[in-house]
Structures are given as C-alpha cells and as structure tokens.
C-alpha cells in the first residue's frame, strides 16, 4: 500500500513531551517505559517521523513512527523508583518496534550513567545504571556501610523489565579504603576487590543471592536477607575465607537486638583478625559503625596466628551486649599440644576475664605480643575489654621460662653472668651468645592497664638464677614504643636473699625484690629494636639510695629523666 510520510521537528518543555510520550499513541507496547509524572523539568528538541498507509481505514498498529529527541537540563522526582534524576542528559530513539534511552545525570545524589533498550514490543526492557557511590550516596540509598567503607565505589546495576524487582549488581572496591567490612578484613585503597551479588526485592527488605565478595586471598560467597531499615536479618556463607587456605563456614540469623554467628571449619588463617583485635583503638570522632550485640559460637580444627604458631581444637564461645562483653568461654591446644582455656567470671563491676595456657611463649607470640618467650606457664586475669579498647586494670604471671632473642634482656644476662675483670659490661660477642642461648627464669609477674593507645606496667618483676629485675612503665602501641624502667640485680637468688632480712633488708636491698648490688636501668626506643641504658653508680649503692639514681620513665614536663640532682650519670648499648 502506498503511504503518506510526515516529518517535522518539535522543541518545547520536557513535561509537556512526558504527557505526549505517555499517551497511548507513542506506548507500541505494555512493556514501554514508565514515564515519570512528578517534578519533570527541562527542555525537549524531537525529530518526528510518521508513517500511515493511504486506505480508507486505517489500524492503529499500521502507523509507524520514529522520534530522536534529546532532553537538556533534564530532572524528575521518580526517574528510577523513588530517586531523584537532577541535571540530566539524555538521547531518546523510539519507534513502533524499539526503544532506546541513553544518558547521564545525577542519580540519587550520585553522578551516573543510564541506558534502557527494549529490542522489540513483546520483549521486557532491560535497564543498566553505572554510578560512582561515595560515603554520602551509599547512606543517601540506605547501605550502611559507615566506616568500613571510604572512598568511590563504582557500581553498575542491571535489571530486564521495570518492575521486575530483581537486580543484578557489581561493586568494585579497588578505589575505596574497606576497613572490616567483613570480620578481620582490610583493603588498601588501590589494592583489586570486587563485590557481585543479585537483589531481589521483598515485601519488607531484600534478599541477596550468589553473592560473591573477592580481593586478594579474600573469597566469601553465600546469601543475605535485609529487612526494610538495611539491617542483617540471617546470612549464609558457605564460603567464608578471608586468607588463602581458609576453609571455613559462616551463619548468621537474627536474635533479639543483635545477631548470632556460627563459625564452623578445618582450617583458619586468624592473624587478620587478631591485628584488627588487638590495634589501637580508634580516636574519638572518627567514623564507625555502632556496636552490635552478638552471641559467636567458633569452633575450628586449626587456626594459624603470627609468628607461626597454631591453635587447634579451638571451641569458642561469646557473647557481647551493648559493646561489652557479658559471656566467655574459650578452649583449644597451643604450642606442643599444651592446653589453654578462658573464661569471663563474675559480674558487673568484679567481671574478669581468667586465661591460661600450658605453653606460655607460644600463647604469646600467636597473640603477636611478645616473641622471645619459651615455654612457661602462664595464668591471666584482667578486666573486660571496654568498647573503646581500654583495659582498666590486669595481671599476668608466667613461671618457669626462659626468654631468647630479647636484646636488653640478653644484655642484662651478659653483664651479670660474664663481667669484665674491671666491672665493665662484656662486648657484643657476648651479648650475642646470651640472646641467643637465652636466659632461664622462674617467675613473671606485672600488673598492666590500658587507656587508648599506650599499655602501662607497674609492679613489673623479672625473677631468674642469673638476674632478677624490677619494671614499670609504658609502651606506646600507635607509635610502636617502649619506655621501661627499673632496678636488675645481678646473681638474683643470693643476692635478693639480703634484701629479704628485717630492717638490714631494707638498708642494704631497698625493696624486697630487689638486692644488695642492683644497677637501675630504662629501656626505650622502638619495641622491635630496644635500646637499653644503665646508671653504674647504682651498683655500688646500697639499696635504700639507690632510689636516688633510679631513671623515671615521666618527668613533669612529659619527658623521660634521671632520679639525681646533679648531671646524669650512665651508659648505653
């Protein structure tokens, strides 16, 4: 049949081509877009080709038409569900067969790119958003991920038919920092990671399905339903491997307030988990999220911790509410199949946590705190930690042990088992073999504090056959510091026995762990690399005076200072 071809082009405002493309005459199918009816703004140039056979009747299926319009300046109120389209682009191509929408604008608060295609009329659209989220636009669209994410996320969504409620979404976290978005893990800015999951929108919240979150010997798959507020109803992840070798399953349901995690594997590299435990808490005013109450039951065949030592057998279980910790019950085997157990005793204000561990040295170096221990058996009690990392006040105690590796403790065994005839220290061959033979001690004891960053020692006592010491002081655990300081007594056993007499004791020995000969030292520097320094004018004073050349780990003014009134007086190595 012949037909009758008419093209002009049109220019106007962009609600009045929003009633036009509404209308039924431009809608080729159900399937067509929705368009939006709030708040549409912005102008509209359309090229308009229309086709209609020259009959007598003519169908409404007859008529084909084409339209090229671009929008400028574009904005509505409901562009994609509920969120706002401001300051848009967008191409629009339609005919009788076919839609296409391209463009860019702010979506949501967030710069982002849109394409809508419908190939042909009885076919479902499908819709592809690619925005770059920052902390702002992820709490403007509900995820909550405050503090654990920083930085631009680029996102890219997509979905077949408009209210098909299902979306298919990819998240590259490369450019972002992630600070335990997951339990124990960490992601440097810059550093690959990449989060692909699919929403299904519920009546009340959204499941996640296949979801899949990689990194660098990170691999977590599983699913999640959130309820209508954002908040974690239940999750499975069946894969839960936060390190290379992990082999581990993950459980999280709802309970009350918070939530309950179950942890279930063979294998789990911990360490992670462990620095981010025992870091420095963060300063006051940074963001975080808040806590959460949870009940963790953990139960792994072998966890790696630093330092190449292993937990096995661990059963763990706890509970924490409104950031304290309420429950604790631990158990597992360490070092050369020694037990260890903890627990939390008590209530309210008398709680303490209660450990021990038959393998002292090896409990220590897989909590990353000191490395030169070996052997010993250590018994723990300490108050709960606080939600801003504090400890109020603690003591531990380690008996029969000895200490390898630890230069100003080698230094100490040095001096006192092998002097010089003339008194003075022997020479770095002999502190080597000292640190490295170690020395033997029967007991270990300090009562320690913790308030933000720095870690405080007092009533600190080193007690061996060689040397005994007395300690107290501080380390700084965000500037990686050390600032000890006391009284070694050299040939400790007999020596101390003076400093035990009534009355003499106290003239001749001072303080009853110290002795007759004691030499007052301070250890600073950098904990990796300590630097000790001695007084030897200490040695030949008897005890009641020599508090008068004892080093204070504080002065007034905040620095670190001599107990003498005239200059100071000492030596360093």
Known sequence: DPRAIARFRSEGPADAAAVLLRSEAFRAHPNGPTIPTAGVRGTVT???????PLKDKVAP??????????????????????MKLENATLRVVTSSRDLVITGEGRLGGAQATFDYRRARPDAKPVIRLAATLDDAGRSRIGLRTQGMIAGPTPVRVVTEGEDSGRYVVDVDLAPSTVTELLPGWTKPRGQPGRARFTAVELDNGWRIDDLSVESRGVLVRGSMVIDGNGELRSAQFPAFHLRDGDRVAMRIERQGEGHKVSLRGDTMDARAILRSLTEPPRAPGQDRAPARDVEAEIRIGVVAGPNGETVR????????????????????????????????????????IVASAGDAGAFLRFLDIYPSMQGGRLSLIMA???????????????????IRGDRAIADMVSDAANPEADGRPRGPSARQAASTNGGAFSRLKADFSR??????????????????????????????????????????????AFARIP????????????????????ITGRASQPQLMVNPLSVVTPGLLRKIFEFRTRGAAGQPTLREDSATTGSTR
């Open 46 to 52: 359309a090229n308009v080709t229309v086709a209609t």
């Open 61 to 82: 299926n007859e008529i084909s038409y084409r339209i090229e319009a671009d929008f400028t300046g574009f904005a509505a109120d409901n562009a994609f569900g509920e």
């Open 313 to 352: 057998q661990l059963d763990l279980r706890a509970t924490r509410r409104g950031g304290e910790l309420r429950a604790l019950a631990a158990s597992g085997r360490i070092g050369r199949d020694a037990p260890f157990a903890a627990e939390l005793r008590g209530q309210g204000a008398a709680q303490r």
């Open 384 to 402: 709960p930690i606080l939600q801003d990392g504090s400890i109020r006040e603690g003591t531990i105690e380690v008996t029969d042990f000895s």
């Open 451 to 496: 308030r933000a960053n720095r870690v405080s020692v007092t009533n600190g006592l080193l007690w061996g056959a060689a040397i005994g010491a007395t300690v107290e002081g501080e380390f700084d655990l965000a500037a990686d510091r050390i600032d000890l300081a006391g009284t070694y007594v050299p040939a400790y056993a007999v020596n101390n």
């Open 503 to 522: 009355v003499l004791g106290v003239i001749l020995g001072g303080a009853p762990d110290e002795g007759v000969f004691g030499i007052t030292y301070r």
